[in-house]
């Protein structure tokens, strides 16, 4: 079945480099897009940015200076890295998978992983 | 970039009602929108897809209407498992989530 789970670092300081790992089976990272989004603590969705199954990617423009999506396909893994954290990155952070060959719809999400950026 | 706004906020309801939440989009998108549904502390669930497409799984007293930049989910017969917060999503124009219903029970 299609899985999808999220890890990394729980708390990190204002200015470092927050570095996600989103790992998935029940499919190829060659056939479905993944997306990040985020959530604030009490607050909505913000989606961050995609991987697309051909390896292209698209950035939130709110953050794309300090984003980066990539992948290994051959583990199944995506990657987030966003630089120059500041208190407000803090949130939950969900992967995604988007609906196969189709730029829209979520259709299986993970757990997704608390952050908290703070001195 | 394209803004998501919905209403109401907050709306309490009770068991039964019929409950319409409301959707608009800063300009056209095309019909390309999906509403999800969040429950404390889990992950978002894909309700309804471009616009009208109920998700596998998902009860039939869901759905959602619309075109243009104005969007309509409704539930025909509220249930107190979908005591959620419920997202509008459009990707007609990159992607941008609306700020969020939350539905209570009255």
């Known amino acids: 079945q299609v899985q999808l789970k999220e890890s990394g670092p729980g708390l990190m300081q204002p200015s470092e480099t927050l570095s996600l790992t989103c790992t998935v089976s029940?499919?190829?990272?060659?056939?479905?897009?993944v997306g990040w989004v985020r959530q604030p603590l009490g607050k909505g969705l913000v989606w961050m940015g995609t991987?697309?199954?051909?390896?292209?990617?698209n950035y939130n423009s709110a953050v794309q200076s300090r984003l980066s999506i990539s992948r290994d396909t051959s583990k199944s893994q995506v990657f987030l890295k966003m630089n120059s954290l500041q208190p407000e990155d803090t949130g939950t952070y969900y992967c995604?998978?988007?609906?196969?060959?189709?730029?829209?719809?979520?259709?299986?999400w993970g757990q997704g992983v608390m952050v908290t950026v703070s001195s | 970039d394209i803004q998501m706004t919905q209403s109401p906020s907050v709306l309490s309801a009770s068991v039964g009602d019929r409950v319409t939440l409301s959707c608009k989009a800063s300009?056209?998108?095309?019909?390309?929108l999906d509403w999800y549904q969040q429950k404390l502390g889990e992950a978002p669930k894909l309700l309804i897809y471009f616009t009208n497409n109920l998700q596998t799984g998902i009860p039939s007293r869901f759905s959602g209407s619309g075109s243009g930049t104005d969007y309509t989910l409704t539930i025909s017969s509220l249930q107190p498992e979908d005591v959620a917060t419920y997202f509008c999503?459009?990707?007609?124009?990159?992607?941008?989530f609306g700020g969020g219903t939350k539905l209570e029970l009255k």
């Open positions: 995604a998978r988007h609906v196969g060959g189709y730029r829209g719809s979520f259709d299986y």
């Open positions: 991987i697309w199954a051909g390896g292209s990617t």
């Open positions: 029940g499919f190829s990272l060659t056939s479905n897009g």
């Open positions: 300009q056209n998108i095309n019909k390309n």
């Open positions: 999503f459009q990707y007609n124009s990159g992607w941008t």
